[in-house]
């Protein structure tokens, strides 16, 4: 069962369209692909609240710009002395997860702290060592 359904995705958000719903189906599924990444939270249940609204505010958010924005950041129109322009926060059809999803999930996005001299748990080689 998955996180989220395409009906969850649009309840009290806009109607889809059968393209649109079939979209939100492939989304949703990249969206539980990542979340349940062996490095991220692969543990996580199906009837996982924040999993769910996680999935659905990231799928909403590729669905939101137009088809016609697909893979633009940016858009501006004139009509006679007027323009309008701005920038699109989530390019169309691309799932973006911020830190305060990974935080809403319990992921980590910081890098381990190390010590200097020892990056990470790695043993840096004597100085004379010949390395190949």
């Known amino acids: 069962m998955p996180l989220a359904t395409t009906a969850e995705v649009a ?3 806009r109607p889809l369209s059968t393209d649109q719903a079939a979209d939100a189906e492939t989304l949703i599924a990249a969206a539980e692909a990542w979340i349940r990444d062996p490095g991220r939270r692969p543990d996580i249940l199906d009837s996982d609240p924040t ?9 909403r958010a590729a669905l939101a710009p137009p088809a016609e924005f697909a893979g633009h950041l940016e858009y501006s129109k004139t009509v006679g002395p007027w323009a309008k322009s701005g920038k699109i926060a989530t390019p169309a059809g691309m799932l973006a997860f911020t830190e305060s999803h990974a935080e809403l999930l319990g992921i980590s996005h910081r890098m381990p702290v190390c010590e200097i001299g020892d990056p990470c ?3 840096t080689p004597p ?3 010949v390395l190949p």
């Not at 999993?51 to 799928?59: A, M, P, S």
């Open 11 to 13: 309840k009290g958000w």
């Open 51 to 59: 999993g769910k609204r996680v999935v659905i505010e990231v799928v």
């Open 121 to 123: 748990g790695y043993r």
């Open 127 to 129: 100085p004379d060592a």
